[in-house]
């Protein structure tokens, strides 16, 4: 059973630093490309980030791009999210998401739950 | 960016009844579009991708149509637990991929 479980949402200022992490298991981690999906509250899905299945290929939302990091350690079967100068706009459900092929774009066959971020003062 | 709209914002139907969902991009996507399923507090489920093929384990009262800038979910007889949010999902252009803003099912 494909398993996706995200942590290292919380509470943060803005201008502050968080790192989400995704804990995959399930599956042949390193045969698939992943990706970060957010949903504001109340508000639709938007993707945010997408990593290929060695990292050699990534792609970022332009609300993000330079501030968010993506990353995956395939030794370890992890995704992450590494968020920086973080903003209000940015609180949100962070769903950790699995694409169908090895490319870092595409659609998503599984889902995690989710980590909350919100930035606030 | 390729904008995705979804018609209606809302949906009311009974039951048994059949249900009719828009999404329309702003640029041809080819068949390269998905549709999930959200039900309150759990994470998006793939129903549907290449704008006609349905997921492994969806039931066949679920089915897609369309190509290039609308497409159509279609819902043949709605039961109770097909009441919820669905989104389309493009992913033909990249980055970004972008969703639709959704469109809810509720219960007549």
């Known amino acids: 059973e494909v398993q996706l479980v995200e942590s290292g949402g919380g509470v943060v200022r803005p201008g502050g630093s968080l790192r989400l992490s995704c804990s995959a298991s399930g599956f042949t981690f390193d045969d698939y490309g992943m990706s970060w999906v957010r949903q504001p509250p109340g508000k639709r899905l938007e993707w945010v980030s997408g990593i290929n299945w060695n990292g050699g290929s990534t792609g970022y939302a332009d609300s993000v791009k330079g501030r968010f990091t993506i990353s995956r350690d395939n030794a370890k079967n992890s995704l992450y999210l590494q968020m920086n100068s973080l903003r209000a706009e940015d609180t949100a459900l962070y769903h950790c998401a699995k694409n169908r092929g090895i490319a870092a774009a595409g659609y998503f066959d599984y889902w995690g739950q989710g980590t909350l971020v919100t930035v606030s003062s | 960016e390729i904008v995705m709209t979804q018609s209606p914002a809302t949906l009311s139907v009974s039951p048994g009844e059949r249900a009719t969902l828009s999404c329309r991009a702003s640029q041809s996507v080819s068949s390269n579009l998905a549709w999930y399923q959200q039900k309150p507090g759990q994470a998006p489920g793939l129903l549907i991708y290449?704008?006609?093929t349905r997921a492994t384990g969806i039931p066949a009262r679920f089915s897609g149509s369309g190509s290039g800038t609308e497409f159509t979910l279609t819902i043949s007889s709605l039961q109770s637990e097909d009441f919820a949010v669905y989104y389309c999902?493009?992913?033909?252009?990249?980055?970004?991929?972008?969703f639709g803003g959704g469109t809810k099912v509720e219960i007549k």
């Open positions: 999902q493009q992913y033909n252009n990249w980055p970004p991929l972008t």
């Open positions: 290449g704008a006609s």
